[in-house]
């Protein structure tokens, strides 16, 4: 996916507390709810890792500039109303 960085910006966050990892809790489905949370709970690195994995096949972001982004865009409305 595509974006343009229009802004960046140092971010420092305590998400590990020595044990425990915060973050974004994902909503899992399961046909066999029991043996699901068996096999997270035995191996949370994994499941960690594998939850990741199915992110980056829905959402890896890519910066471009804008004249390269106005190429990669379909339609690109901006481009010709502002002729960049």
Known sequence: MPTIR???WQL???RFDGEVIAGPVPTCFAEDIAASK???E???AAAHRDINKIERVFFMAETVNLKDALVII????FAISHKV
């Open 74 to 77: 379909k339609k690109p409305r």
């Open 6 to 8: 229009i802004n960046s």
């Open 38 to 40: 068996t096999a997270i």
């Open 42 to 44: 035995a191996n949370p």
């Open 12 to 14: 420092s966050s305590s």
